[in-house]
């Protein structure tokens, strides 16, 4: 059964702040093997936020997605300015693109990321692929 | 720092990742799907057995980025779609992932980045870009 259509051009609220600890991108830069020197995080650190907001929809009773169907397609993310230690950020997520190709639903997503002053710090782009029963 | 120039072939980076390297993601990400480190379910849902996050692949091509930049915190956009997924057999050696770049162009402080990520000779991460302050 396809993704709900109302789905498309919906925004859902934002995720619970996150708090930036120096340790926990200590170990996110030790598990990718990525310098860091208390400064800037590593680039794709943000999906620690942006996926607690890709779960939610995920998660969400009226949008008809089953989690084992789906696949990370493709990810973006552009910065107005480095994630630092100390930051506490929130993603608000909107779903931009909704489309189905070959029985598969192709779900674009956008996640705002701001920090505690409600200002941008980045923005992630995530498509998620959500398989056709069938396959 | 190294001036980067268009047309500049960047030099190769090459990133062993072993099933440690995915267990010890797994917990700084918070992505616990179980095709990263689970073999029984890996092959259950139609893969040859293990694979990487994709999101793991693309923190070594923002290390990558990093060294060529001469520093964290210079990227400014990084984006890629997740072709093939990169199986890591459970053995000491694990699989490695091979990054390329070539900047494409630099303009205004800013340089683009065309990168090609492989794995056994096979692409693994499609489209991937990045942009890079290096002003």
Known sequence: ?135 | MTRLRTGDELPEQRFAVTRADLVRYAGASGDRNPIHWSDRIATSVGLPGVVAHGMFTMALAARALDVWAGSPGRVREIGCKFTKPVVVPDDERGAEVVVNGRVAEVDDGQARITLEVTCAGEKVLGAAKAVLEIA
Request: charged share 20%; hydrophobic share 45%; net charge negative.
């Open chain 1, 1 to 135: 059964m396809a993704v709900d259509a109302s789905l498309a051009g919906r925004t859902f609220p934002p995720t619970a702040p996150y708090l930036v600890t120096e340790e926990r991108v200590a170990e996110f830069a030790a598990a990718t093997g990525s310098a860091y020197d208390g400064g800037a995080a590593p680039a794709t650190f943000p999906i620690v936020v942006a996926f607690a907001a890709m779960t939610a929809l995920m998660d969400h009773p009226d949008v008809g997605i089953e989690l084992h169907r789906v696949v990370h397609g493709e990810q973006r993310f552009r910065y107005r300015r480095p994630v630092v230690a100390g930051d506490v950020l929130r993603a608000t997520l909107t779903v931009d693109t909704l489309r189905q190709v070959g029985g598969a639903d192709i779900i674009g997503t956008r996640s705002e990321i701001t920090d505690a002053g409600g200002q941008e710090v980045c923005t992630a782009y995530a498509t998620l692929v959500h398989r056709g029963a069938a396959a």
